[in-house]
């Protein structure tokens, strides 16, 4: 005991001797600024996703960013929503009016029964109400709120930013481009049309234009210099911590109509990213590239119950040392926004004991640039105790 109280005290001497700052800080980011924190649709751990009042409750919460998803109505309005399906996220399965609106498409790929935004006018959209997508979350707004549609979000960021004296920036989020091009419904240049009305072209201008595609971004980077960022997606975490991958989610979905080889982990290579850099001024990787969870698997094989409550999720996992994706990214060049986090106890790692804010020390320790959050209270609140 007397031997680790001397080693552990000439420890606290040595470490005293440093300024505290070179111990904890994190690494920088790109710019060397803070790192913007993203309302991911609105504040959707709270209100249903992509609402005013969602995107209000966000900017109250002082995200720097609200993220609008963007799909295209019948007549061609673009209307937030995160995809076009529409089952999910509004009451459009209870109304009796739209019954025969149910059909079967192929998304990416992927025979889906629902009931599509591209089959609806905006007149018949402005109909439907939003629901909470998670059913363990807070239900009691659903069926209150409009679908807004993108000129909405526009002039709310807009508005609330002469009201806050604060710069509300918007991250449009292009959903599905080879989908919506397949139904006539392509959407780049209605969007960079009405960004232009807005008074935003530049790169300084508070908006990031998104894709998990990359034709689209790539046909954008020729039109505009508004900044661009490319989404990397998976499929799920192994049991090693490592992202797996399946179709619809191992690759673009135009590298796939192409047949093209390359999968989201391929763009994470220091030669991906910089590829990723001569059309984008980003990357968007989902979170568990950058700190994958790994399983501890028992000797009957199966993962084990870390915390004893007879389920098994993302509480049983433990981290595993930080991939280089940010540092690799910002040798590129290219600014480094990591989704999505929830900050439930639930949808933590067991290192981080429930508590949001270990995550996101954890992640803002690396050096990221932006981070997209489900809860921006939480998010801000860690961003500002660095
Ligand atoms: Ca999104
Ligand atoms: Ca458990």
């Given at each position: 005991m007397t031997r680790s109280f001397l080693l552990s005290t000439s420890l606290f001497a040595a470490l005293a001797l440093q300024p505290v700052a070179a111990i904890a800080q994190p690494a920088p980011t790109l710019s060397g600024q803070k790192p913007l924190i993203v309302g991911h649709r609105g504040a959707s751990g709270y209100m249903p996703e992509h609402t005013i009042e969602g995107y209000k409750l966000a900017i109250e919460q002082r995200a720097d960013f609200i993220e609008p998803d963007?799909?295209?109505?019948?007549?061609?309005?673009?209307?937030?929503?995160?995809?076009?399906?529409?089952?999910?996220?509004?009451d459009v399965?209870?109304?009796?009016e739209f019954a025969n609106r149910k059909t079967m498409r192929k998304v990416?790929?992927?025979?889906?029964?629902?009931?599509f935004a591209n089959d609806f006018t905006l007149a018949e959209i402005k109909m439907l109400k939003a629901k909470q997508a998670f059913a363990d979350r807070d239900q009691s707004h659903n069926g209150k709120y409009a679908i807004p549609t993108f000129q909405e979000v526009i002039d709310l960021a807009k508005a609330e930013s002469t009201r806050t004296g604060r710069t509300i920036g918007i991250y449009p989020e292009t959903k599905h481009p080879t989908y919506h091009a397949a139904l006539g419904l392509a959407f780049e240049d209605k969007l960079l049309d009405m960004l232009k009305a807005a008074g935003w072209t530049e790169k300084t201008s508070p908006v990031f234009i998104q894709s998990f595609e990359t034709g689209n971004l790539k046909y954008l980077r020729k039109k505009t210099q508004l900044r661009l960022v490319q989404l990397v997606?998976?499929?799920?975490?192994?049991?090693?911590?490592?992202?797996?991958?399946a179709a619809p989610f191992d690759r673009p979905y135009d590298f796939a109509v192409l047949g093209d080889k390359r999968t989201?982990?391929?763009?994470?290579?220091?030669?991906?990213?910089?590829?990723?850099?001569?059309?984008?001024?980003?990357?968007g990787p989902w979170?568990?590239?950058?700190?994958g969870s790994r399983q501890t698997i028992g000797t009957d094989g199966k993962p084990r119950d870390l915390n004893g409550d007879g389920a098994i999720d993302e509480r049983d996992r433990t981290v595993i040392a930080p991939s280089n994706v940010v540092k690799d990214?910002?040798?590129?060049?290219l600014i480094v926004h990591a989704w999505t986090f929830r900050s439930e106890p639930k949808r933590l790692a067991s290192d981080y004991k429930g508590d949001a804010a270990a995550e996101y020390k954890a992640y803002l320790a690396l050096g990221i640039d932006g981070l997209f959050s489900d809860f921006?209270?939480?998010?801000?609140?860690?961003?500002?105790a660095q």
């Amino acid at each position: 005991m007397t031997r680790s109280f001397l080693l552990s005290t000439s420890l606290f001497a040595a470490l005293a001797l440093q300024p505290v700052a070179a111990i904890a800080q994190p690494a920088p980011t790109l710019s060397g600024q803070k790192p913007l924190i993203v309302g991911h649709r609105g504040a959707s751990g709270y209100m249903p996703e992509h609402t005013i009042e969602g995107y209000k409750l966000a900017i109250e919460q002082r995200a720097d960013f609200i993220e609008p998803d963007l799909v295209s109505t019948k007549d061609g309005v673009l209307v937030v929503r995160h995809e076009p399906m529409l089952s999910g996220t509004t009451d459009v399965a209870q109304r009796p009016e739209f019954a025969n609106r149910k059909t079967m498409r192929k998304v990416d790929g992927i025979d889906t029964t629902d009931w599509f935004a591209n089959d609806f006018t905006l007149a018949e959209i402005k109909m439907l109400k939003a629901k909470q997508a998670f059913a363990d979350r807070d239900q009691s707004h659903n069926g209150k709120y409009a679908i807004p549609t993108f000129q909405e979000v526009i002039d709310l960021a807009k508005a609330e930013s002469t009201r806050t004296g604060r710069t509300i920036g918007i991250y449009p989020e292009t959903k599905h481009p080879t989908y919506h091009a397949a139904l006539g419904l392509a959407f780049e240049d209605k969007l960079l049309d009405m960004l232009k009305a807005a008074g935003w072209t530049e790169k300084t201008s508070p908006v990031f234009i998104q894709s998990f595609e990359t034709g689209n971004l790539k046909y954008l980077r020729k039109k505009t210099q508004l900044r661009l960022v490319q989404l990397v997606d998976g499929d799920d975490v192994d049991k090693d911590g490592k992202v797996s991958l399946a179709a619809p989610f191992d690759r673009p979905y135009d590298f796939a109509v192409l047949g093209d080889k390359r999968t989201f982990p391929d763009m994470l290579t220091p030669e991906g990213l910089k590829e990723i850099a001569t059309y984008a001024d980003g990357v968007g990787p989902w979170k568990p590239y950058l700190i994958g969870s790994r399983q501890t698997i028992g000797t009957d094989g199966k993962p084990r119950d870390l915390n004893g409550d007879g389920a098994i999720d993302e509480r049983d996992r433990t981290v595993i040392a930080p991939s280089n994706v940010v540092k690799d990214a910002h040798a590129a060049g290219l600014i480094v926004h990591a989704w999505t986090f929830r900050s439930e106890p639930k949808r933590l790692a067991s290192d981080y004991k429930g508590d949001a804010a270990a995550e996101y020390k954890a992640y803002l320790a690396l050096g990221i640039d932006g981070l997209f959050s489900d809860f921006p209270d939480q998010a801000v609140k860690a961003r500002n105790a660095q």
